[in-house]
């Protein structure tokens, strides 16, 4: 399984240098092929040969390298699946925060969108100080992931958090981010996600307050499974580091223009965005000035997306989503037939931990056999048992 999978192993100038040697040992065992890139400082602490020795690989410390073949740093981020960058000194994720790229690792993280996984190693006071609490904190807003450090005695003598985590730990989380299947290679899924917002004027609009997460968590467990998708999205405030195609819209009607435009080469099709019925029937170039009158907007129908995908008669998988606030079941039931679902995954927004804002889903997936209720879970779950089931029903449809 783990067999072909790249993973660049990203080694900086900290004293835990020399256990990366252990990541780069354990990971070839499992078959993985991997890449080291040093900083000039980290070659202070352990020597590249050693990384060649036990990886079979040339060891890439300088990005001016006129020996290498293309862009070094280009060709490394394309070449990997996962890039690990561990130990991360406090200067690497610093570097990375503010979008340095003065030296090979900095330039190949800038130039990836693939998982980057950064496990920091330093003295506590360091990784307690505001300064890189802060940077950590922008770096996994824009989806960067952190393996945390470890609490305990310190090689500069200090007690407190900073060790480098657990190997056989960071293995496993670079492991299990190698295990992706390609049982949706070959297949284009659209998914549409986000809000959209119904502009009165340029700055007022009607919208709702989903965040896009669920959407964002389908096309993510899509992609695991070797799915091309096609994003469409809504506002939010997701960093967009899938390996997707993005086309971001604003009005319900950019994004049924979006999906008509795209529908004819998926082969399924997830509206997961909370799309809005209504707009205003007049847009206003300029802000509307404030008077002491009342304002009337009259709103108007917006296109119904998957009812028009519906009528189009494709022969593609389709699931659709029900936000219900009462009589959830019942309205979700009348959905599936209406629009020619496939399977309708159902939620109560008002029910607890479900709905807009937060992390977590408690949904009912239905289709033509019936109602399979599923427990409190996160979003990321719920988006694998949705991509399960859109696999099954790709493959029973034979397509
Ligand atoms: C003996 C020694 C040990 C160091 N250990 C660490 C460390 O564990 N973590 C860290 O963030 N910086 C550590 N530093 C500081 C980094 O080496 C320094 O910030 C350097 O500029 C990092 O460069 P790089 O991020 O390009 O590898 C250490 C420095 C010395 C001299």
New binding site residues.
Partial sequence: MLKGKKVLLCV?????AYKSLDIASSLSKKGVSVDVVM????TKFVTPLSFEAITSNPVHISSFDMDFQGIKHISLAKNSDVIIIA?A????ISKLACGLAD?LISLTVLATNKKVIIAP???VL?YESKVIQDNINILKKRGYSFIEPEEGLLACGDFGKGKLANINHIVDVITENLRVENSLKGKTVLVTTGATREHLDPVRFLSNPSTGKMGYSVAKALIDKGADVILVTGKTNIPKNLNCKFIEVCSAIEMRDAVIDNIKNVDAVVFSAAVADYRPESYFDNKIKKSNDDLTVNLVRNPDIAKEVNLLGLNLVKVGFAAETQNLIENAQEKLSKKGFDFIVANNIKSKNAGFSVDTNKASIIDKYGVTDYDVMTKIELARIIADKLEKVLKDKCM
């Fill in positions: 900086t100038g900290g004293i835990a900083s000039d400082n980290a130990p000194t406090a200067n690497a030296d190693a330093m003295n360091m």
